[in-house]
């Protein structure tokens, strides 16, 4: 006898959504839910229901009013790309859910040089809009990730470039509320030419209500776009992971006192190798950027060059105008491009990293998960943390990769990736997450995102911050239209 189905009007509901917005646009085999799909993180495929894929807002608006009329239909999930691979790509953190897939929104709607900013939707990639800006005095603020990644996506979910954390680029959002209604919150460029950016308003700033939130559907969003420098000058220093404290005490005093621009990066041996990097004496590479006008990069330049040779800390010290990195230095290529703004070589890193290309990542990729804590920027910390890397690995066999990510002068992003071999590593480097998770907490050390596996993770649902959470979700959407997602 057949399995009585869980959602016996959602078969209905989809079908009216073909008539509205076409039936190309809405997958399903309701009542039933889809075959899984494959993800490079080998997460479990959560049930999901119907895949929809629309094509304007009015697509989205359909979609979120046809759920809102409804009862006890699963929860609609959106994503962007798609590609937020490590941390679960398109799964949920948990079903049933139906999910909505937006990269059909591709359309850059604005673009004000001029003035400094972008509108961009969920599928413009950082690749179509850091590429619109070549030749102009304006940049994005790109990540060394692949280049068909979401601008969207990942300033949404609180990601970090190279210049600073995207969330510091995002001036105002665009958003499908679950009732159906359209709302802009932060600044819009709609209050004419010459208008400075306000993004928090007047009152209540409600923008960073719908970063990390499920509480409606982003359609597009205002990032900010920064002025090109006159000169830049890139610097790849090697050292020893026996100097590393005395290494990150270095760098922070020079990022403190202006030295250095943008966000310092800094691989570990294992990162190097899974990235692509090349053969730096040390093994430990650190990337710093010196940036203004001719004069004060001349200036700028010889201070830091004296100050690396006199802390007698570094193996081997490269500037890139006169020492471009070698052909073999994948990682030395995407970063001295993405401090000016190009993802001209990120794809040779994701192929490095992955074995695939963006678009078969999660169908062909070796497996790959990511653990992204912040610690406070100084040589303790680092290797407080790193000590935890080691005892994973001893624990679990996986060796986990460890690229530090200085955001300023005190705070570090530490992206800690897990490679493994998908047919035979998993359950060792799954297990090697949860470690990260319990013994970096130990430590202090907590994450600014989180993946698929661990939603909610270090959340107190007594807490007065967690109940307020939860009245805001219940007076935005009393009907559960959207989905619980990771920081629920």
């Known amino acids: 006898m057949p399995e009585t189905p869980r959602f016996p009007s959602l078969k209905a509901v989809l079908e009216g959504l073909e008539q509205a917005i076409g039936p190309e646009a809405v997958v399903h085999s309701a009542p039933y839910p889809l075959i899984g799909q494959a993800n490079v993180s080998e997460f479990a495929p959560r049930d999901t229901y119907a895949v ?105 979910d609180r990601g970090v470039g190279l210049r600073r954390q995207r969330t510091e680029d995002l001036l105002g959002l665009e958003v499908v509320l679950p009732d159906g209604a359209v709302v802009h919150v932060g600044w819009w460029p709609d209050s004419g030419k010459g208008a400075a950016f306000n993004r928090y308003g007047l009152g209540p700033s409600l923008l960073h209500l719908f970063t990390q939130s499920g509480y409606g559907i982003v ?42 621009a943008g966000v310092i990066k800094v691989y570990d041996t294992a990162s190097t190798a899974t990235y692509g990097g090349g053969d730096i ?45 070698a052909a073999e230095d994948v990682v030395g290529a995407v970063v001295q491009a993405a401090y000016h703004g190009s993802v001209a070589h990120n794809e040779q890193m994701l192929a490095s990293a992955t074995g695939a290309q ?66 035979r590593e998993a359950t060792a480097a799954h297990r090697a997450l949860d470690l990260a998770h319990a013994w970096f907490g130990e430590a202090g050390f907590h994450p600014y995102r989180l993946d698929a596996d661990h939603a909610g993770w270090g959340l107190d649902p007594a807490s007065p911050e967690v109940r307020l959470r939860n009245r805001l979700r219940e007076a935005i959407d009393p009907h559960r239209v959207l989905a619980p997602g990771r920081y629920a």
Not at 121 to 129: D, H, N, W
Not at 282 to 298: F, I, K, P
Not at 396 to 404: C, E, N
Request: glycine share 10%.
């Open 52 to 156: 929809v894929r629309p094509r304007s807002v009015g697509d989205v608006r359909s979609l979120t009013t046809a759920f809102h009329a409804e009862a006890d239909l699963p929860g609609l999930h959106p994503v962007s790309t798609g590609r937020n691979w490590g941390l679960g790509s398109k799964e949920p953190a948990s079903g049933p859910v139906v999910r909505v897939e937006l990269d059909g929104l591709s359309s850059i709607r604005r673009l004000d040089v001029e003035a400094g900013f972008a509108v961009v939707e969920p599928g413009v990639t950082q690749k179509a809009l850091s590429e619109r800006l070549l030749g102009t005095d304006r940049m994005l603020n790109v990540t060394a990730s692949s280049g068909h990644t979401s601008v969207l996506g990942n300033t949404v």
């Open 219 to 260: 359609t597009a969003a205002v990032v900010r776009l920064l002025p090109r420098p006159e000169q830049q000058v890139t610097v790849r220093a090697g050292f020893r992971r026996a100097v590393l404290p005395r290494v990150v005490d270095a760098l922070r005093r020079w990022k403190a006192n202006g030295l250095i």
């Open 281 to 325: 004496d040390g093994g430990y590479v650190a990337h710093l950027c010196v940036e203004g006008t001719r004069r004060s990069v001349a200036a700028l330049r010889a201070v830091l060059e004296g100050e690396l040779a006199d802390s007698g800390l570094f193996t081997a010290v490269a500037f890139g105008d006169e020492e471009p990195p």
């Open 358 to 423: 963006a678009p078969r990542v999660d169908t062909e990729g070796e497996g790959w998960l990511f653990f992204l804590p912040l610690l406070p920027f100084d040589g303790a910390s680092v290797t407080r943390a790193l000590a935890v890397l080691d005892r994973i690995h001893e624990a679990t066999g996986i060796r986990p990769g460890s690229t530090v990510n200085a955001l300023d002068a005190d705070v570090i992003d530490l992206v800690v990736s897990f490679p493994f071999v998908r047919d």
